[in-house]
């Protein structure tokens, strides 16, 4: 393959980015940088952390708005809460996934090898970058634009949980997220029924064990019932966890 077709392919490649980002860049070579992770070069002004620290402002901005003109009657703690749900490294991970990024990052061999197109560090981080590489291009309306693109229905669609309660989903990637550090995976594990009046049947697993199943009319609302059963499941276990010392204690105390 001779230059020019490698440089018409990257072209190609970047064009579907930008069609799926629904932002098309003046300045490619800036979209490079945001996709450039810091393994692939040594020069400090070559690679995206920078434009990653922007990019994380903006994100923080845009989702905080979109959320207060979502649910203006929410306090902030709830806000708050779902906030750092939406911009936490699991969550963008996902959306980074869903858009394909892993695909056009430039990595160094270290990380080639260890998979590091599917690690969640680095594909947050490079959403962050191209998040901040189109404000640093476009202004904040660019930049705003494409972020309520990726968040507006999860902004829209789930209430900002309150303190001990709130949806299911939300609840479980946060109990998963701060005590096993991964995510939560959904998969249809069958449908019956109808195509008019169609059932799922949808289990979600973390680290591979199955943690709750649920059924639903909708995908939504069967995530929703698996999640329900893992988060009841993971509270117990906890709470069995947390009643073991104690139990221990009160039979030595009896002895």
């Given at each position: 393959m001779t230059r020019v077709d490698l440089e018409e392919e990257e072209s190609a490649a970047e064009a579907r980015l930008e069609e799926r980002l629904g932002y098309a860049f003046r300045d490619r070579e800036l979209l490079r940088t945001a996709l450039t992770h810091r393994s692939h070069t040594a020069g400090p002004g070559a690679q995206n952390e920078t434009l990653e620290f922007l990019g994380d402002a903006v994100l923080g901005l845009v989702v905080t708005e979109l959320l207060v003109r979502a649910w203006p009657r929410v306090g902030e703690g709830r806000l708050t809460r779902r906030r750092a749900s939406l911009v936490s490294a699991?969550?963008?991970a996902q959306r980074a996934a869903a858009l394909g990024l892993g695909e056009f990052?430039?990595?160094?061999r270290g990380e080639e090898k260890t998979r590091g197109r599917e690690k969640p560090s680095i594909l947050a981080g490079a959403l962050e970058a191209v998040l901040g590489s189109i404000f640093f291009e476009g202004g904040f309306e660019a930049a705003r634009g494409v972020v309520e693109r990726l968040f507006r229905e999860e902004v829209i669609g789930v209430e900002p949980p309150a303190y001990g309660g709130g949806e299911f989903k939300t609840q479980l990637q946060e109990i998963v997220q701060r005590d096993l550090h991964a995510a939560p995976e959904y998969s249809i594990s069958s449908t019956s029924g109808p195509d008019h009046a169609r059932e799922f049947h949808v289990e979600v697993s973390v680290a591979g064990r199955?943690?709750?199943r649920g059924s639903g009319s909708s995908k939504k609302i069967a995530e929703s019932g698996a999640a329900r059963e893992a988060v009841e499941l993971l509270?117990?276990?906890a709470g069995e966890?947390?009643?073991?010392?104690r139990a221990l204690s009160a039979a030595r105390t009896r002895a």
């Open positions: 699991i969550s963008l990052l430039l990595l160094g199955v943690l709750g509270r117990a276990e966890a947390a009643s073991a010392p």
